[in-house]
């Protein structure tokens, strides 16, 4: 499979606390982006990290990538229950405009 | 209102028979796509359209078929040749030259 992995599968937290999760891809790319999916819904963009990049910040939303490792995390920082949803990574197959999504973190914060 | 339109929201078909799911979009995007995803899992990638009239497979193609006539279309077909149907469909459509994805609400297919 060309799926990303990430883990955990499934978190859960307390509203207010941090929440980190893990993406690790197989192919070298130009682009990572996380996107979030409300339960039954379509998904919606969140952030762009490009390959040349290592950190990137939008509100309270932190991407990594470590290209060496193959790997990212998404932090959201100070949850909310509106925070509850999947989170996914994809990455561009390799310069292409195909996109290669994980298989997502069901992430839930209790109020 | 822009965005992305997919009809019906769910629908339900005897096995053997085609369906198609429709997809629309106003906001003037050249490229469209369509995955399929189950429960519990990512999205996988059916077929992608660059532009009008052009279409591409992606990794599971089989069983399904696209038409790309009009920029603002991009309708799929399940066919019965598709051996497990049931699942979420969803559309999307990227801005030229840009990098994220708009999505569509979806469509689950039930097939029994």
């Known amino acids: 499979s060309q799926q990303g992995e990430e883990d955990p599968q499934a978190l859960s937290i307390q509203e207010g606390e941090n929440a980190t999760m893990n993406c690790s891809y197989k192919t070298s790319i130009n682009n990572l982006q996380w996107y979030r999916q409300n339960s039954g819904r379509g998904l919606v963009h969140l952030i762009l990290?490009?390959?040349?990049?290592r950190e990137k910040h939008s509100g309270r939303l932190r991407v990594t990538l470590d290209t060496s490792k193959k790997s990212s995390s998404l932090l959201i920082t100070a949850s909310r229950a509106a925070d509850t949803a999947s989170y996914f990574c994809a990455t561009d197959a390799g310069g292409t405009y195909k996109y290669i999504f994980g298989t997502g973190t069901r992430l839930k914060v209790l109020a | 209102d822009g965005g992305i339109t997919q009809s019906p929201k769910y629908l339900f078909r005897k096995e053997g028979q085609n369906v198609t799911l429709s997809c629309e979009q106003n906001?003037?995007?050249?490229?469209m796509y369509w995955y399929r995803q189950d429960p519990g899992q990512g999205l996988r990638l059916i077929y992608y359209?660059?532009?009008?009239?052009?279409?591409q497979k992606g990794d599971i193609a089989e069983g399904y078929s696209v038409s790309r006539e009009k920029k603002e279309s991009f309708p799929l077909t399940v066919t019965s040749a598709q051996k497990n149907p049931t699942a979420f469909y969803l559309c999307?459509?990227?801005?030229?030259?840009?990098?994220?994805?708009?999505f569509g609400p979806g469509t689950r297919l039930t097939v029994t």
């Open positions: 999307a459509s990227r801005v030229p030259g840009a990098l994220e994805q708009y």
């Open positions: 990290i490009r390959s040349n990049e």
């Open positions: 906001l003037n995007h050249d490229a």
């Open positions: 359209s660059q532009i009008v009239n052009d279409f």
